[in-house]
């Protein structure tokens, strides 16, 4: 979750289902309302089209009001994977965690290599959030590090990429990060995300436990393939 103190206009979308862009591949639709700030706390951010400025930070609420394929498991709440962008009020569609955040701009969208980290970092640390804002704050941190830190390494409170000042626990986010070694036994892969070109993306865990079809099964599906990047580390 991500969101500018200072008071976005909701974005109102009705009746037409977003176009997908040719690198997502659409796993459904979900009509999003009453965005909130959830269990979450304050911080400034930088990078990722951000320049400063105090921003939400932690887990993001709306209600879903209604959905088709995928879009029916999405829960009423997520992480924010889209600095600049604002909450969108309506029809958004649902993609593979892979092809979002949309629009492209400073390395997005995200890609396997780092869709696989989140995987790997909602597997070993959400648990331990527990209700905690500060803890939910530093794992929304954790997963914007993830995805725009342009360094070979990672830490939350400092890179060309992405870094924050503010985070309470900005140091369990950077002990959380540097536990991540692409071990299979922690990626959780029934992540998705809710995309639109008019506002913010947000990472979600599907409600039943159903697995997000990988992207080579995807492809083999005729729903569109994906392409495999290279290990980042």
């Not at 009001?65 to 600095?83: D, K, M, R, S, Y």
């Not at 949309?102 to 890609?111: D, N, Q």
């Not at 990626?187 to 992207?215: C, K, R, W």
Request: aromatic share 10%; charged share 10%; hydrophobic share 40%.
């Amino acid at each position: 979750m991500k969101r500018v103190v200072e008071s976005f206009a909701a974005v109102i979308f009705v009746g037409v289902i977003l176009t997908s862009t040719a690198s997502a591949t659409l796993l459904g639709t979900v009509n999003l309302q009453n965005h909130t700030n959830g269990l979450s706390d304050q911080g400034q951010l930088w990078g990722g089209g951000l320049s400063g400025g105090t921003y939400y930070t932690g887990v993001y609420s709306w209600t879903n009001a209604g959905g088709t394929g995928l879009g029916t498991q999405v829960p009423n709440w997520g992480f924010c994977i889209e600095l600049t962008q604002g909450s969108y009020t309506g029809w958004q569609n649902v993609v593979t965690l892979d092809s979002a955040p949309v629009p492209s701009a400073y390395g997005t969208p995200m890609g396997i290599t780092k869709a696989n980290y989140i995987r790997e970092l909602w597997g070993r640390d959400f648990a331990t959030i527990a209700g905690n804002a500060q803890l939910g704050e530093a794992f929304g941190a954790a997963i914007w590090e993830i995805i725009y830190e342009t360094a070979s390494t990672w830490d939350v409170t400092s890179g060309p990429g992405f870094y924050a000042t503010g985070i309470e626990q900005a140091a369990t986010a950077n002990l959380w990060l540097s536990q991540l070694n692409g071990d299979t036994a922690y990626i959780v892969q029934n992540l998705a995300a809710t995309s639109s070109e008019g506002g913010q993306d947000y990472v979600f865990q599907t409600t039943t436990g159903h697995d997000v079809p990988e992207p080579a099964t995807i492809g083999l599906l005729g729903l569109g393939g994906m392409a495999l990047l290279r290990k980042k580390r």
